[in-house]
């Protein structure tokens, strides 16, 4: 299509086209031009021709090979007719956009948010006394953050509720002691009480009467001295669990205690079994305690089983540990007694007065001592009937050493015999 110098030729699309003419506006509907025209490759914005009009358009001057000078002009009414529907379809998309994503993100915050609100109404619970309840809700992704405090918050409960449990039981233990520890002085109390009465009313007729309630009273004396002497011993072992220990020659202190033992009752069948005496046991403890530990178990033997019941005391290393085993062949305790047995006042047979069965405090006695050494003590039916006691405490390293080389894998008898 050629052009005519002087006139707007129209494109599709709102393009149009002229030819400069020096001082003369181009002719027909288009841009309006004013003024001189501004130099080769200048661009500029003007209105239309056409009265009344209020379109726009974009002009630019370019110079053509031949000399000529053309005018490109564009009209934006269609780039402002699209600029403002994108406009529209904008602010459309925000307007339905913003009430769906903050729906949405309401929905979302309350339910991460649940095991919080299920934080607070379990924290009321507990607040009621209810331990038992957890925040930890099966929805939620463990690794999320409300997840991981759920899951640290259950444990901080798990904790709290075993720390309570600790303190009722120990309350409950305090309890039953501080009971039984005046039942028992209250009987010797009761019973010098009674012949101390009897005596003020004259109702003893002979001095062989007065004899007898006087020793009477002097052997209700001597059980409430024991009774007290044990309830302090119990007392300061909770409160040496941190003494300075020396080594003790432990083959020493069992030998001494069978023999003591073999004083005492000289019909029971005592074996105290083991390899030859310069092969010894030592461990880091106080000596004093340790033989009370093992008249102790001695003691219980005696106590609890008739005379000519045979009894043995092992002592070995093995796995740099002494083990002190103690066995008798007797009636054995009941499996309901077992757990209860080291529980300070704790008897298996009910019906045995204190004068037959003790005070009740021998093995809690030993249990305070193997706990001060470091040590362990089970105890639990023998093979072929009775009770074995096991106790466990920390070997010195030539000890372990020395039972490895002799005794191997399953360890080794020491002897029991001084030199």
Not at 91 to 100: F, N, R, S
Not at 101 to 125: M, Y
Not at 353 to 382: F, W
Request: glycine letters at 10%; a neutral charge; charged letters at 25%.
């Amino acid at each position: 299509m050629s052009l005519d110098p002087g006139v707007w030729l129209e494109y599709p699309g709102g393009l149009y086209v002229a030819l400069a003419v020096v001082h003369r506006q181009p002719q027909g509907p288009g841009p309006r031009l004013t003024g001189p025209l501004p130099a080769s490759g200048a661009t500029f914005t003007t209105g239309s021709a056409q009265p009344g009009s209020r379109e726009s358009f974009r002009v630019r001057v370019q110079e053509l090979t031949d000399g000529r000078t053309a005018l490109i002009a564009l009209s934006v009414r269609e780039t402002e007719a699209a600029a403002d529907h994108a406009l529209y379809v904008v602010l459309a998309t925000v307007g339905i956009a913003l009430p769906t994503l903050a729906l949405l993100a309401a929905l979302f915050v309350r339910r991460e948010l649940r095991p919080l609100e299920r934080a607070a109404r379990v924290a009321d619970t507990i607040a009621a006394g209810d331990y038992a309840q957890r925040v930890r809700d099966p929805l939620i992704g463990p690794r999320t953050e409300v997840g991981r405090l759920a899951i640290a918050l259950d444990r901080m409960l798990d904790g709290i509720q075993a720390a309570l449990a600790a303190r009722d039981a120990s309350r409950e233990r305090l309890r039953r002691f501080v009971a039984d520890a005046s039942h028992e002085l209250r009987n010797p109390l009761q019973s010098i009480g009674g012949y101390a009465e009897l005596y003020q009313r004259g109702a003893l007729p002979d001095r062989a009467a007065v004899d007898d309630a006087v020793s009477r009273m002097r052997a209700e004396i001597r059980r409430m001295n024991g009774l007290v002497e044990a309830l302090l011993l119990l007392a300061r072992l909770d409160e040496e669990q941190d003494t300075d220990l020396e080594p003790v020659d432990l083959t020493r202190v069992v030998a001494d205690s069978c023999r003591d033992a073999a004083a005492v009752e000289p019909d029971r069948p005592l074996t105290c079994a083991g390899r030859p005496a310069e092969d010894r046991v030592s461990v880091l403890g106080d000596e004093d305690r340790l033989r009370q530990l093992v008249a102790n178990l001695l003691g219980n033997v005696r106590m609890h089983t008739p005379v000519h019941t045979p009894a043995e005391v092992e002592l070995r290393a093995f796995g740099g540990e002494a083990v002190l085993t103690v066995r008798d062949r007797g009636p054995g305790i009941p499996a309901a007694d077992l757990p209860h047995v080291f529980d300070r006042f704790h008897r298996a047979d009910k019906s045995r007065s204190r004068t037959q069965g003790g005070s009740g405090l021998g093995l809690s006695i030993v249990a305070a001592i193997v706990e001060m050494h470091h040590g362990t003590i089970t105890i639990g039916p023998a093979p072929g009937g009775g009770t074995v006691v096991e106790v466990r405490l920390p070997a010195l390293a030539e000890a372990g050493t020395e039972a490895d080389r002799v005794g191997g894998k399953g360890g080794s008898s020491r002897g029991l015999n001084p030199p």
